[in-house]
């Protein structure tokens, strides 16, 4: 079907003819404010959105709808028009041509409608759903949707992407090829990067592009070349190379190189191959591979170096053959049910600080294995799972190393019955170690069955709450290789506790905000008559607790099951809270609290845990919050009677709205073992750069154990980041590694440096996932 316009009006001279991406460009100022607000402080402008600045509405609801263009009438108009009747239209003069979603406008056109095609004399633009080309001639076919453009220039509104082209041709609604191209993401008139190939293929139905005999230019200077490629332009996942990393160190795994290639393999798994040479080490490979099910996501990490020449040079003797494996798995099967798995190992103790580059297996002396099964309900609470570990330090002694639970049962349940509450905690482990070489209470590996029944009577007004309840702590062993007593025994300890608390609150105002302060007194009984010799009972889980805020309100203080304390005490605390009534925030809250006892503390663990002070230390709390973007915390210990401060830690952390500044500081006391500070800061000097800075300083080795100092640039198509880092290792070597990443927008980055700030410094990955929007990074 052919409708046909035409009317009559001056023309006057035209300017030189606008690209494409000048067509849709606007300064920050002239954007509608939805885009704007979205924009990073470093970019001046940005593009109209596609459905903005389409002239003609179109009829699907995705980038190129969901019914062929071919399919829909041709409409043209036009300053005067000629027309043969089943044969030629000719227009001329301001012409205007739709079908579908895709439109054109040129001086003058020739329809012939006995092959269906359209010749269109330029200067043209023609616009389609999230794409816009200008040239100055063009060939269109009705029947197929074919458009083929000369001396071309395009826009790619999703991926602000942009380019010229010797020619053009838009095969179907989602393909276009592009001969004798360029493409970039920087604005118009800045080529600061830029792709360049003889042949470009745009696929924006599976969201990649691919293109041979391609150059990277800088400023429009070559500095690669890739006989063939392939990239994102949109963040859909495509099999390729990612940018390669790189950085160097004074220590551990010295400089590098790696090249990683992601394999996307099928929807529902990939996997990321990263080979990197390291310096004096030599060839070392990482793998990844993801697995998603309908029930959840598993994850495999491999690390592997088969001839590792410093690590023989080392330790001579050694093969130098090294590995890591990490492996995580989850699974929800509904009902309540779900699953988990981990399991991590490593061939020797110096892998994590020597190779490990992208496994997610953090430093530490031991590794877990532990997976399970976990069931809950509204009333019920089960889970069973067995847990290993695999010990990496061979400095630690046969004696302090941990349990395994093979396996351990875990069951809970509240019933209300009326007024009255019931509660049953129950748990049973077998506990195996290697204990060969060791003797008496460290020689036991067996069986523990604890259970906790409780009875309570919960009250609870809008005034406060009152919930006093009795209970059996109650455990049995069944133990081998045990010779104090017979191996077979149980422990059985009463418990009564009480907790009570009101709540006051009152309405005013400050600085014009209206808030609401209450006034929370809080009062915690806890009684527990214990056995004081408990000695005789094998460690399999047990610590002493550390003492905080949080800790007034527990009568236990052992961790674990294989200790109960005696307990005759009495807390008593005070919070206040100040909620602004406009936000609902929380703007400020005040916390302090003391244990009062009333006998002394007998049961020990390995000679620690008894106390005859009748009262504990005073233990505080403090949170103000006076903007949305500023948290200031300190949390600490004050004896009273030795008038000095047992432990602290205060902190403060600040971003703006938009993540652009950053700043923390920090200061962690603990009396007569650690006084450390810190202080992190990302603070821009101008628009596009910005200096990144963490440094912590340690006082009681009187010496920095940590730094990093770094230089970002930005501006709206690629950015730089430069950064030097020392951190203190195990063996208090100070270690430096410089950090690179250069990142362009819509093809990713390289270097590893945003991973490391966003350690130190709070707040940065949000910053960072903001700064591009998440721009896409699989490419090849």
């Not at 620690?608 to 403090?622: F, I, M, Y």
Request: hydrophobic share 35%; proline share 4%; charged share 25%.
């Amino acid at each position: 079907m052919l409708l046909v316009s035409a009317w009559s009006c001056a023309v006057t001279g035209a300017e030189a003819a606008p690209t494409a991406a000048e067509i849709d460009w606007r300064p920050r100022s002239e954007l509608p404010e939805s885009v704007s607000n979205t924009l990073p402080a470093f970019c001046e402008g940005g593009y109209l959105p596609s459905e903005a600045s389409m002239t003609v509405p179109g009829n699907g609801s995705g980038m190129f709808g969901t019914t062929p263009d071919s399919e829909q009438p041709l409409h043209a108009s036009g300053l005067s028009a000629r027309y043969e009747l089943d044969s030629e239209l000719y227009l001329k003069g301001d012409v205007q041509m739709r079908q579908g979603r895709f439109s054109v406008t040129g001086s003058e056109a020739r329809y012939n409608q006995l092959d269906g095609t359209v010749t269109v004399a330029g200067p043209l633009v023609s616009r389609g759903e999230a794409f816009l080309l200008t040239g100055e001639q063009a060939g269109y076919d009705v029947n197929s949707g074919r458009f083929d453009i000369n001396t071309a220039t395009f826009l790619l509104h999703g991926a602000e992407m942009r380019g010229s082209a010797e020619t053009l041709s838009r095969i179907a609604e989602d393909q276009v090829l592009i001969r004798d191209g360029t493409l970039t993401t920087c604005a118009p008139n800045q080529n600061d990067w830029s792709i360049v190939a003889s042949d470009i293929h745009l696929d924006q139905g599976e969201g990649f592009g691919t293109a041979k005999h391609v150059r990277l230019e800088i400023k429009d200077v070559p500095v690669f070349y890739w006989p063939y490629a392939s990239f994102p332009i949109d963040d859909r996942r495509k099999t390729g190379f990612l940018y390669p990393s790189f950085g160097t160190s004074n220590a551990g795994s010295g400089a590098y190189l790696s090249v990683p290639y992601y394999l996307n393999l099928a929807p529902h798994y990939d996997a990321t191959l990263t080979p990197q040479y390291i310096h004096g080490r030599g060839l070392f490979n990482e793998l990844e591979g993801r697995y998603l099910s309908p029930w959840g996501e598993s994850v495999l990490q491999l690390g592997y170096i088969g001839n590792d020449l410093e690590y023989q040079d080392e330790f001579p003797g050694e093969d130098g053959e090294r590995w890591a494996l990490d492996f995580t798995t989850r699974a929800g099967f509904g009902g309540g049910w779900t699953a988990y798995g981990d399991y991590s190992v490593v061939s020797d103790e110096d892998y994590l600080s020597d190779l490990n580059q992208n496994l997610e297996i953090n430093q530490t002396t031991h590794l877990q294995r532990r997976g399970g099964a976990r069931y809950q309900d509204d009333w019920q609470y089960f889970e069973v799972y067995a847990n290993g570990y695999q010990t990496v330090s061979e400095r630690i002694a046969e004696r302090n190393k941990p349990y395994a639970q093979l396996p351990e049962v875990i069951y809970g349940m509240t019933t209300d019955l009326g007024p009255v509450e019931t509660n049953l905690d129950s748990q049973y482990t077998y506990f195996y170690r290697d204990n060969a070489e060791l003797t008496g209470l460290d020689r036991a590996n067996g069986q523990r069955l604890r259970a906790i029944p409780e009875v309570a009577l919960p009250l609870r007004a809008l005034w406060g709450f009152t919930r006093p309840s009795v209970s059996l702590d109650y455990t049995r062993y069944e133990l081998e290789d045990y010779e104090l007593k017979s191996a077979g025994f149980d422990r059985t300890v009463p418990v009564f506790e009480w907790d009570s608390g009101l709540y006051f609150d009152r309405q005013s105002s400050l600085f014009d905000i209206p808030y609401n302060q209450t006034l929370e007194p809080r009062m915690y009984y806890a009684w527990a008559d214990a056995d004081a010799d408990q000695d005789d009972i094998p460690d399999f889980d047990t610590a002493l607790r550390s003492f905080s805020f949080d800790r007034l309100f527990q009568r236990n203080r052992f961790t674990g099951g294989d200790r109960v304390g005696d307990a005759n005490q009495l807390t008593v605390a005070l919070t206040s809270r100040f909620n602004d009534l406009v936000s609902g925030a929380e703007r400020a809250r005040f916390s302090i609290g003391q244990v009062h006892y009333y006998d002394d503390r007998e049961v020990t663990l390995s000679g620690q845990g008894a106390d005859d002070r009748s009262d504990s230390p005073l233990a505080g709390e403090v949170l103000l919050r006076p903007l949305e973007n500023l948290d200031i915390r300190s949390s600490g210990l004050w004896d009273p009677d030795t008038q000095k401060t047992e432990e602290g830690r205060s902190q403060l952390i600040f971003h703006s709205e938009d993540y652009r500044y950053l700043a923390t500081l920090g200061h962690t006391y603990s009396r007569n073992e650690l006084e450390q500070s810190d202080i992190g800061a990302v603070f821009p000097v101008t628009d596009r750069v910005s200096l990144i800075g963490r440094w912590v300083y340690d006082s009681q080795l009187d010496r920095t154990v940590g730094s990093l100092a770094g230089l970002e640039y930005n501006n709206c198509c690629w950015s730089v980041q430069v950064v030097h880092q020392n951190y203190l290792t195990d063996d208090e070597k100070l270690e430096s590694r410089m950090l690179f990443q250069i990142q362009l927008k819509g093809l990713g980055g390289s270097g590893g440096s945003s991973d490391r700030i966003s350690e130190a410094i709070y707040g940065f990955d949000e910053r960072e996932r903001r700064r591009f929007g998440g721009a896409a990074t699989r490419y090849d």
